[in-house]
């Protein structure tokens, strides 16, 4: 499966893996903890494999957080947008930043205002689902949240 990942990680221009997945297509060991240093050589390692751009998410961070790194290939750019963490597993969020993050691409966003808009209406979206209390099984309460999306979430 990692072989197959990488080879069509050659054909693409980004790449979203999570922090396990990311470790695992380079190779490397799991660790609780990570450097910024570490993040940007494997960034930098999956950006070899041809992707323009590389998005980790849930990158290691403080307790109260959730980091997402960025690299830009061209520009040689690393960086990172953390927000705070939700104490909620819900299913779907890793499509919908995803898609976020797609779109804002295709709308000719820079890659840091496209992790930003995806980080950003990911983390509201997660946050007004567990602010209503529904059951974390039905997923985010996408709906309610689409006014947000080209909106105030820029």
Known sequence: ?????KKLTSYATCVTPNY???LLMTGREYKRECSL???LVIAKELSSLG??????????????KVRTCFYD??????D????????????GTGDIFTSVLAAS???QCSIEEAVKRAVNFTYYCVKRTFEKG??????????ECLDRLWGENK
Not at 73 to 78: N, S, T, V
């Open 37 to 39: 240093e570490e993040m």
């Open 51 to 64: 992707p323009k751009y590389v998005v980790m998410t849930s990158m290691p961070s403080e307790e109260t």
């Open 105 to 107: 691409l295709l709308k």
């Open 80 to 91: 990172m947008v953390d927000t705070d963490k939700i104490a909620i597993y819900l299913p």
């Open 20 to 22: 396990t997945e990311a």
């Open 1 to 5: 499966m990692v072989e197959a990942m």
């Open 134 to 143: 529904t059951n974390p099984i039905e997923g985010v309460v996408l709906e």
């Open 73 to 78: 290939r061209e520009a040689d750019i690393f």
